[in-house]
């Protein structure tokens, strides 16, 4: 970098250049999955400019010179190129795979970003956020609360006061009344006390995850821009000054989430104990007990209370903390939960335990309240939608509510997962255990007709693929008249082209799916409540083959949820040890973790706010120091990286650089999933505000699409869809068989540089711009580029 500032220095005084008169710059950003400088440079020697281990700018070793920076004259070897690498961070660390706890919480702050596009109604999209921030609540509270099932129900109520449980694992023989001869730690209220380490540790667990990502994503400060009104119209807030730096809001709703975990490990002690005392105990512990309850209340309400106040503030940089609120909340909380476990302790020498501990009243209310709040969330976003209608938007509007749907189920599929799982352990065959509540065992059976409505939707999907591809077949012979027939090839890119449309399909996958988990989970609820017994209970008596059904789904249930919960655990212990299983796992949180953490504080972190800052100083230091043209080439979610940090750059800097997407999810997945923030008015406005931007795309192509501006702009910026494979039989330039590309290799097109010198021409001074082509010439222009043969 230093050799570059030098090189800088040789030239006077950059910004006495006109513009575009300096040297050529294409800042390349990967997609996902990762890749390395060597790959996108396409040498083997690289040097890093800028950066660290965990995401940087690499050149070429031959370019990193101070001559690197070529004149305006020495167009011959095309832009330096410049490779921005981020993989590292969603997949560089192996600690990254304790993400995969925080699952649940990630896919709910997706549905925080999902809001409907809405102008007008700034307290409903308030409200909208606010609903999603108490569903992450919730699910904070299920996570601990299947955590306090675990140790402190199974293991030291249940097992440790069982003896032969307690025979069985030794290793609880000191907390068990028989084995240990009536030893200290063998009263019910002392074992609870001890067994509570394991859910606070997992609290703490959360909190350190979220503090230490916290430091080293949140705590990256973009570049500094004067504050906006709170309510531009035709703008997007990824382009507000304070949209990447959410340190506030994570800091505050760590706290919030932290003492929630640890009020929920009191609760469930404090609980216990007052149960006892209210019925056997004595007169000042009863009355202690009661005011301990309805402090930790009062303590609720106060979480409740911080997680309700207004969110993110993204028209200003937010630099200021809540210091006091950030240390005072989790220390009370921790406070009362060391005062639950000295009032949980005290001697009760008549206190035994028996049965379980009432579990299925804290999963009950748990499951009523998200079931309430993603209807609720709901009508909302129905409300949102209707302000703004694009019949583009995923579910019309209502992809948030079903988003969230599926993250209460993860964490009740995970919950459940490991209560099922840890009682067998314990129990064995013998049933000598009561087990976990009865709520969590008509969930887990609920998964059996789940996956059936699964089968169904993967079959008729299965149907409109083979639909399409016989027409697709058919476009493909049209398309290649006049060339030597290869049936095999021609119905293999027909059906490589059907199953890149399959992703059109999602909304109705994840529509179907969402709306059976809410009724199965309805069901579930009604069914644990009205007969307090196990499906199998529950129909003894009735039909043989209702009968029957509920056996098999019970069975089944817990079968499949113990299966899912150890491939769970093997699947983290292999990228734990394995960094190519942890880049696959990367590639679940490129996609997921894009959006700050503006829901949960304990979602995996946002890449985007290391990226995004890194990205838009990069180009303005750039083209200030040179006063050059810059391309902005993002392939796949690289291209929504690079529409967020144009968006992030000052007006006048923005009409200094070119945008080249490609592969890009833009409107395809970001724009119909997320419209709020990526939505046609959004989108139209990049293509306003920067200099040109130019798409390319493949009808091969699972993830990439058009960016479908409205009116004249849509030409404007999305070339035809690039011939794939680029020729279909062998040909001069293509001796062997071309391969089908797919979502990759978008450079091997001659259409690529060929967009590329188009912008480059485009930022030259002096010359008018060249129309675009239209669609017809594109075609063309592309199957010249792969020998006449490529426009299938």
Known sequence: MERAREHDGEHGDAGQRPPGSGPDLELLVHGVGGTTPEEMLGDP????????????????????????ERPPGDRGRGPVPEAYVWCNLTSGNAARALWLLLLPFMVVNLAHWMRPTATGRPRTVRLYGLIVRLVGLTLTVLLVAAACEVALDLGAWQCAGTRACAERHSWLGFLSPEASDRGWWSEPGRRLALASLVPTALTGLLWYLSHRTWSAYESQQPISRPDEPDEEPHRTALGSPGFWYGRRLVARLRAAHTAAGLLTVAAALATAAARYDSRHGSVELEVLGRLLCATLLAGGLVVVGVVCRRGRTENRLDRTLDRALVRRLPAGALTLLAVSAVYAGWSRPGWRSADRLPGDTTFGALALAQGVLVIVLGVVAHVLHRTHPDTRTAMRGLAGPAVAMLACALGGVMSGGVAQRVADWLDGTRHIMAGPPVLLTW????????????????????????????????????AHQG????????????????????????????????????????????????????????????????????????????????????????????????ASARRTIGILWDVGTFWPRAAHPFAPPCYAERAVP?????????????????????????????????WQLEPSVRRKVALLTYGSPLERLYGRWFPACFGPAALS?????????????????????????????GPQVDRAPLGDPLAYGRTAEHPLPAPILGHGDYQADPAFAEERERLLNRLRPGLPAPRPAGPGTEARSTGQGSSGKSSG
């Open 45 to 68: 020697r690289t040097v890093r400019v800028s950066g660290d281990e965990t995401a940087a700018v690499h050149r070429r070793e031959a370019d990193a010179d101070a001559d690197a």
């Open 443 to 478: 969930q887990a059976s609920t998964i059996p007709p789940l996956l059936l409505v699964l089968l169904v939707v993967v079959g008729r999907l299965a149907r409109r693929t083979a639909v399409l591809r016989r027409a697709g077949t058919a476009a493909v012979e049209l």
């Open 483 to 578: 060339e030597p027939e290869d049936e095999a090839r021609t119905r293999r890119i027909a059906g490589t082209r059907a199953m890149a449309a399959l992703t059109d399909r999602a909304p109705f996958v994840v529509a179907v799916m969402s709306a059976a988990t809410l009724l199965l989970g309805a069901l579930a609820l009604v069914g644990a409540f009205a007969g307090h017994d196990t499906p199998e209970g529950a129909a003894r008596g009735s039909h043989v083959f209702v009968r029957g059904a509920a056996e098999t789904a019970q069975a089944l249930g817990s079968w499949l949820i113990g299966i899912g919960f150890l491939l769970f655990v093997t699947w983290g212990r292999r990228a734990y040890k394995d």
């Open 614 to 646: 890194d990205l838009s100083w990069r180009m303005a230091t750039w083209t200030e120091a040179t006063g050059g043209r810059l391309v902005l080439s993002g392939h796949s979610q690289g291209s929504v990286l690079a529409a967020a940090a144009a």
């Open 685 to 713: 406005s990049l293509h306003r505000e920067v200099a040109c931007w130019r798409n390319l795309y493949r009808l091969t192509d699972p993830i990439g699409g058009p960016i479908r501006l409205p009116g004249d702009c």
